[in-house]
């Protein structure tokens, strides 16, 4: 009898709760599927995706009060004004954008300009070189 009325709350806070995030999480797929059909036509889709994802490494504007006065503070600058604020915020995101197509030619280079090694391999390279360098 306990394991029935167990199974039945089980089975109501699913409903209650499962199942609304499991339609969200659907709804967000279908969102994201339509989008990915949209961008296989959209020029500037690369652009939008730069932006959105140097968007997501750039944290929010936060608000202070100080007694009674409002600041707000990006990237341990304060600024008096909200729109100063998000100017400097959005300056960084297309900072952060401008500098993945700057690198991106020498990511998409092949063997004979990059050098064989990866990533992991140059940059363990380059930091074991250093460590052997003594410092007077």
């Known amino acids: 009898m306990l394991w029935a009325c167990l199974f039945v709350l089980a089975g109501m806070a699913f409903y ?3 199942l609304p995030a499991l339609k969200r999480m659907d709804e967000a797929n279908v ?3 339509a989008q ?4 296989i036509v959209d020029s500037q889709a690369h652009i939008r995706h730069a932006m959105e994802m ?9 608000e202070i009060r100080r007694g009674g006065a409002v600041q707000y503070l990006f990237e341990a600058a304060l600024y008096p004004s909200r729109d100063e ?11 952060i954008a401008r500098r993945f ?3 991106l030619p020498a990511a998409l280079a092949g063997s004979k300009t990059r050098g064989r090694m990866s990533a992991r391999e140059r940059s363990s390279h380059k930091w074991g070189s250093r460590k052997n360098q003594t410092y007077n």
């Open 16 to 18: 209650k709760f499962g």
């Open 31 to 33: 969102r994201r599927a």
């Open 36 to 39: 990915d059909e949209n961008d």
């Open 54 to 62: 140097a968007d997501e490494q750039v944290e929010d504007v936060q």
């Open 85 to 95: 604020a998000e100017e400097a915020r959005a300056e960084r995101v297309g900072t």
């Open 101 to 103: 197509y700057q690198e």
